[in-house]
């Protein structure tokens, strides 16, 4: 047996370490071992240290006189055992077998008071002898004791440290300053949700002015490729509207006869249109004899025929465009075929070579077949059934012409068909251009010109076509231009309206036939419907010897500057 010093002047004994064994481990992990079999049951750590019940390092005293402590562990009466220690095993600190020789016991200072801190008391454990011995434990690092580390540890004091509940003079300084930051980004985040909504409103306002703006030119027809509004299909643009007009004459040289129409392209509204034009229309022949439309077109010629429409009309048509049947042909081949809506099947004729066209929808007509169908008329048809397929193969036409005017121009020029010297290849193809691309988006319409069984235009053809379409009403006179008188027979005598038109002709004035009136009327008048034509009207008064109480300012169902309705007082010359 060992016997040594230890660095804080006690003496413990070391068991050699074949008389060891390890019984546990204390309260720092380290090993606890005991005397080997037949020694007394002592517990000591690595360093020979013993330990109390409360796991408690002992230091090595002297035992107190009138204390003892017996091998089995129990006080006997008056040995002063402590009551709250538990049974004395030797725990103690420093202290050796009790059969060594030469040897002094060390027995625990029990006048020491016990502490109650701890709740539990670690127990190390217990070998049992059935059981096969405990594995070795691998050598442990060498430890400081303890007392040496309580001495090696820092010296903390009291006024060192400081206490949540006691408050001081920066605690306030740190809520106010929470209180500001948190205030502040609330005060940011609402910022930003205001800019937002910001940013979202005027998205908005600008998205509705984007559809109001394109809602506003498309009411206007100022929206190129999307047509017109309802603004500018009305035809009512403020202020007088441009024109350009072009008759075209189809003559149908196999059977005969003739189909006339007036091609419009209104440039203020960005509109086109056919008005078709019965042949029994009554115009007026350069010595102011009355003669029908169809007539004029064969004796009168293309230059005469122009000039009694625009007399009669108001209008100012720029040229005329000769078409013949074989032409018509020639012109559908070129633009590739048309595709119209047929109202009526075309029988064949092998000895005419007429080809048969079919009835229905976009049926694919060739050049025969549209000549075939523009020229049809059925047995007992009106004549502007055979007008209204004519103005379906047109329709056809402009909407296969290119919308390019030089392309136009050159299809005119393959043609190769003879013009009116008034209008010329390169004019003829810069209107078909124009007028296709109106047909090709839907601005265009077709009319047909209603008359009545004498020649004279209806009340509604006078208000619908010719003057909110044409704008022959619309038209005001130039500035010395001879007026245009029209003359409407209430007398219901022949004699009387004829005698008034020589009369009318011979005074200079232009004649337009305004046909029969419904009845009869006692007294004749002369309307004028513009102010400025107030002078003229009275001197036609006094050219057919009519008094100036007849004149009066009223509108007229008769498309001239001054209308006469002839009345039964009336004197012939």
């Excluded at 309260?27 to 109390?52: H, I, W």
């Amino acid at each position: 047996m060992n016997d040594r010093q230890d660095p804080y002047g006690g003496r413990y004994e070391e068991y050699p370490a074949g008389q060891q064994q390890l019984i546990g481990y204390d309260a720092y992990g380290q090993p606890v071992y005991g005397p080997a079999s037949g020694e007394p049951d002592r517990q000591y750590d690595a360093y020979g240290y013993g330990y109390d019940a409360y796991g408690q390092q002992q230091e090595p005293q002297q035992p107190a006189p009138g204390y003892g402590v017996p091998a089995d562990g129990y006080e006997q009466p008056g040995t002063g055992y402590d009551p709250y220690a538990g049974p004395q095993q030797p725990y103690g600190g420093y202290g050796h077998d009790p059969s060594a020789t030469g040897s002094h016991q060390a027995v625990p200072d029990f006048t020491q008071p016990v502490p109650q801190a701890r709740s539990q008391v670690q127990q190390a454990p217990q070998w049992i002898p059935q059981q096969a011995p405990a594995p070795e434990p691998a050598a442990a690092p060498p430890q400081v004791p303890e007392p040496r580390r309580a001495a090696e540890a820092p010296d903390y004091r009291t006024e060192q440290f400081a206490f949540l509940d006691q408050p001081d003079d920066e605690s306030g300084d740190v809520i106010d300053w929470l209180k500001f930051t948190e205030s502040r980004t609330e005060r940011r985040e609402e910022a930003r949700r205001r800019g937002r909504n910001r940013v979202v409103a005027l998205i908005v306002v600008l998205a509705l002015l984007v559809v109001g703006g394109i809602g506003w030119l498309w009411y206007a027809g100022k929206l190129p490729g999307l047509g017109g509004g309802s603004a500018a299909k009305s035809g009512a643009a403020a202020g007088p509207q441009k024109r350009d007009m072009i008759v075209v004459h189809l003559h149908n040289t196999k059977k005969g006869g003739t189909s006339t129409a007036l091609l419009v392209d209104n440039v203020t509204t960005k509109q086109g249109a056919t008005v078709l034009l019965p042949n029994n229309l009554a115009v007026s022949a350069e010595d102011g004899a009355a003669i029908t439309l169809g007539k004029s077109v064969e004796e009168d010629g293309l230059g005469g025929t122009r000039e009694s429409l625009d007399a009669m009309l108001g209008t100012r048509i720029e040229g005329t465009w000769r078409l013949d049947t074989p032409y018509l042909e020639n012109l559908v081949e070129l633009v590739g075929g048309i595709e119209v809506d047929t109202d009526t099947a075309v029988p064949a004729d092998a000895k005419a070579k007429i080809p048969a066209v079919g009835k229905g929808e976009k049926q694919s007509l060739s050049g025969a077949m549209a000549v075939a169908y523009a020229t049809f008329r059925g047995p007992g048809e009106p004549e502007a059934r055979q007008l209204q397929r004519f103005g379906t193969v047109l329709y056809g036409v402009l909407r296969k012409m290119p919308d390019d005017p030089k392309a136009a121009t050159v299809t005119v020029e393959t043609l190769a068909q003879i013009l009116d010297p008034s209008l010329t290849e390169s004019d003829l193809g810069g209107a078909l251009a124009r007028l296709a691309e109106h047909a090709k988006i839907g601005d265009h319409r077709t009319e047909v010109l209603e008359v009545q069984d004498d020649g004279a235009l209806t009340a509604k053809a006078t208000d619908s076509v010719v003057k909110k379409l044409l704008g022959g009403a619309l038209k005001a006179p130039e500035p010395g231009s001879i007026p245009r008188v029209g003359l409407k027979d209430a007398t219901g005598t022949v004699k009387a309206a004829t005698s008034a038109r020589v009369q009318l002709v011979n005074g200079g004035y232009t004649f337009v036939d305004g046909g029969k009136a419904t009845g009869t009327e006692d007294a004749s008048q002369v309307t004028y419907a513009d102010d400025s034509q107030k002078e003229k009207a009275s001197e036609v008064a006094k050219t057919l010897g009519l008094p100036a109480s007849a004149v009066k300012k009223a509108e007229s169902q008769v498309n001239a500057d001054v209308v006469v309705v002839l009345g039964k007082d009336y004197k012939a010359p």
